[in-house]
């Protein structure tokens, strides 16, 4: 079964520039979250979405974010216009319906604002 | 507030060598799931356990331990006989009732270095 996977792994851009960020979840993973490390500091959520639907963006830092969860599968991840404050490891997770099963976690994408 | 603290940001330790990482968690729900997880190199976080509030029994699980105790609120996690693939890093984490459990709040992660 493949795993929760990420896209790109890395990206470098300039400040003010957009930047798509993608999430493929496990198959069948009603539940997808997004989070975000920024460097040396803790992991810290930024939203998630049971099916297509948000139910919580409550971490999402400003209206520069915007994620979408077309038909319910993969996500994306826009930020638009990056500032230098937007770098960091950006992680995906998905999980099955109950709340408290654990979250499975892709490799990140590492996004880095000049 | 909910908030998890790993004191430890780097250990290192000779191959063979036990270690114990520490976590220690704010919380004011009653009913609350821990959890640690694992970094490797290759980047994606790793599951390694989950515990709910209500279970303070002590697990192991191979070389690896937690012990869970409310009085102190902290779950700590104990490699034995570490190896150099233990080398990683470490995220202790916490979900609580008020977000559904949906939310995990984690620690700022321990970096484990375990040398031959």
């Known amino acids: 079964e493949a795993g929760v996977t990420q896209f790109p792994s890395h990206s470098v851009i300039e400040k003010g520039q957009t930047v798509t960020l993608r999430c493929d979840p496990i198959s069948g993973h009603d539940n997808l979250y997004w989070y975000r490390r920024v460097m040396g500091k803790e992991i810290k959520f930024l939203l998630h979405f049971v099916k297509e639907s948000k139910q919580d963006e409550s971490g999402m830092p400003n209206n520069r974010f915007l994620a979408e969860r077309t038909g319910g599968t993969y996500s994306t991840l826009k930020v638009q216009p990056a500032e230098l404050e937007d770098s960091g490891v950006y992680f995906c997770?998905?999980?099955?319906?109950?709340?408290?099963?654990?979250?499975?976690f892709g490799p990140g994408t590492r996004l880095t604002v000049l | 507030a909910q908030k998890v603290t790993q004191a430890q940001t780097e250990i290192s330790v000779v191959e063979k060598e036990d270690v114990t990482l520490d976590c220690v968690y704010e919380t004011r729900d009653t009913t609350y799931y821990l959890f640690w997880y694992k970094q490797p190199p290759s980047g994606e976080l790793v599951f390694l356990i989950r515990?709910?509030?209500?279970?303070?029994q002590n697990e192991i699980s191979g070389r690896y331990s937690w012990n869970f105790q409310k009085s102190t609120s902290s779950f700590n996690f104990t490699i034995t006989a570490s190896q150099v693939v233990d080398s990683a890093v470490y995220f202790c984490a916490l979900s609580e009732t008020n977000t559904g459990f949906q939310k995990l709040v984690f620690g700022t992660g321990t970096r484990l270095l375990v040398s031959p």
């Open positions: 997770a998905s999980s099955l319906g109950w709340a408290w099963n654990e979250q499975f």
């Open positions: 515990r709910n509030s209500f279970d303070e």
